[in-house]
């Protein structure tokens, strides 16, 4: 079976926590978070996410422009 990665960015951090502990309880083991823009991009490049979560409030680049970029 392959395992999926799951990218939860937020600023947030106790909200990024709360996240990442109810989708390792769910079984999604690989998580990997970002409190940043910048954060989040490059873990994009490094470790090709299957799913983004994405706050669309964040403290450097808004949420729709790293989807932007993403895209």
């Not at 990997?32 to 669309?56: H, K, M, Q, R």
């Amino acid at each position: 079976m392959c395992e999926r990665k799951i990218l939860v960015v937020d600023d947030e951090v106790d909200l990024l926590q709360m996240i990442e502990t109810t989708l390792n309880t769910e079984g999604f083991t690989n998580v990997l978070t970002a409190i940043s823009g910048d954060e989040a991009l490059s873990l994009f490049c490094s470790e090709n996410p299957d799913l983004i979560l994405l706050d669309v409030m964040l403290p450097d680049i808004d949420g729709w422009t790293v989807l932007q970029i993403l895209r």
